[in-house]
């Protein structure tokens, strides 16, 4: 079973809100559309729903026109649930979902033994069956959003389309209603469209996203295709940073704070410097970035592949010396971050915890200090002592570097200040 929507255009009026949107969906898939508001999100699946007729283009069903089905037809094959699922009755829970069968039944006819059988079974897979004698009016948002998802199943729809179902939602709802998409899709071998505005939930989820931006797709495929930061940058405008999460290895969207940005736009070029960073374990990531940002070179080192200043440098290509995964720094390593460190105007030693395995960065602030003309920077958000897990190695040492003439910040964005005023 595949869903195929072929270069479709559809107008508000005379205003086009969707462009050549060109795209397929197989059976078992979860297909996560994100954009930003106003994109066009919400008239794309009322295009597929037929509740808004595409001007061109064709949207079909196992190669069935789906704007040529008679209404019944339609409803067994395509079940929505829309933004807002108010119910202004006090039905009861179980009477709205039975109202799921009415594609089933004949004219006048009652809902049968069956049917109950189809919506309790529906109930049942959502989670929401010890609901069905509840007035709607009372329940939930996460709980009547539950119910709104039973009722377009008992339609026993191929097509499940769904328009923001965890906006509003706990995240404990959120969690339930995505797995019980994926389960849907798993299991059931529904094609479930949704629109999903939570990035890192869709990317969580979903098999396959579509990036729609002012009408038009964008990106589509994987999330990591999709969620670029340039991606996000070009639809959205905002500035973010995309990461693989440590455990789930899936793309996770973190937005840039603006007291970083501004610092960013406050400052001016400077390309002819070189500022490395001795970092690790994500003391080093927003100084990459603002530094950066300001037209810095930037190195950094030494740090662990997968370490999110690892990660972080990878993106913004700046040059880093690595070591091997939660491994200690080798000779090897601390040799090459010290032709690093010659190369460099300023050093910043980052708010890094200290263990054995990196106290050689700390030898190598000291080697920085040494070098002629060379400034030591060095960034102390939380005391040396709290870091120190070294037996005191590390405290004494740090001491040393500030007795010396290391300059000290308490944060990273201040690092550009002074650098800036140098
Ligand atoms: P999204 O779901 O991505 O927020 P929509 O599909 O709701 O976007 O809207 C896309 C564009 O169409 C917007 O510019 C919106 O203002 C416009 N629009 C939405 N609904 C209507 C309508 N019923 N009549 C006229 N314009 C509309």
Redesign the pocket.
Same mark, same amino acid.
């Given at each position: 079973m595949t869903l195929e929507i072929k270069d479709v255009d559809a107008y508000?009026?005379s /205003?086009q /809100?969707l462009e050549g949107v060109d795209f397929s969906a197989a059976q078992g898939e979860l297909l996560g559309i994100i !954009?930003?508001? !106003?994109? !066009?999100?919400?008239?794309?699946l009322?295009a597929i729903a037929r509740i808004l007729k595409p001007r061109t283009g064709a949207i079909l069903l196992d190669g069935k026109q789906v704007m040529q089905m008679k209404d019944k037809e339609f409803s067994r094959q395509f079940a929505a649930v829309p933004q807002d699922t108010t119910i202004h009755f006090d039905f009861s829970a179980l009477d709205v979902v039975l109202m799921g069968r009415n594609p089933h039944l004949g004219r006048l006819e009652l809902e049968s033994e069956k049917d109950i059988d189809i919506a309790r079974r529906c109930m049942e897979l959502t989670n929401c069956w010890h609901l069905a004698e509840r007035p709607v009016t009372e329940l939930s948002g996460g709980e009547r959003q539950l119910v709104i998802i039973a009722r377009a199943l008992t339609q026993e729809p191929k097509v499940l389309l769904l328009?923001e179902p965890t906006s509003h939602l706990d995240i404990n709802y959120q969690i339930e209603i995505m797995e019980l998409l994926k389960h849907l899709t798993v299991h059931e071998g529904l094609i479930i469209i949704a /629109?999903i505005h939570d990035l890192n939930l869709a990317a969580q989820y979903c098999d396959r996203l579509a990036l729609?931006r002012s !009408?038009k797709i964008v990106s589509i495929g994987s999330e990591y295709e999709v969620l670029t930061a340039e991606n996000i940058k070009n639809a959205f405008g905002a500035d973010v940073i995309v990461k693989r999460h440590a455990v789930t290895n899936q793309c996770y969207v973190s937005p840039i704070p603006s007291s970083v940005k501004q610092q960013t736009e406050a400052a001016g070029k400077n390309s002819d410097i070189t500022i490395h960073l001795i970092c690790g374990g994500g003391a080093g990531a927003s100084l990459m970035y603002l530094l950066s940002e300001n037209g810095y070179n930037v190195t950094a080192g030494v740090v662990n592949m997968l370490d999110t200043d690892c990660e972080v440098a990878q993106l913004l290509n700046i040059p880093v010396v690595t070591e091997a995964p939660f491994s200690p720094i080798t000779e090897d390593a601390f040799n090459a971050h010290v032709k690093q460190i010659e190369k460099a105007d300023v050093v910043v030693l980052c708010n890094i915890p200290v263990g054995f395995g990196n106290l050689k960065n700390i030898e190598a602030a000291e080697v920085a200090l040494e070098q002629k003309g060379k400034k030591l920077m060095i960034v102390e958000t939380d005391p040396i002592e709290k870091r120190d897990f070294t037996g005191g190695d590390a405290t004494k040492r740090v001491i040393s570097l500030k007795d010396k003439g290391a300059v000290v910040v308490t944060k990273p964005e201040k690092v550009v200040g002074v650098v800036s005023t140098a």
């Open positions: 508000y009026g /205003v /809100v !954009g930003p508001n !106003g994109s !066009g999100k919400t008239t794309l009322r328009d /629109v729609l !009408g």
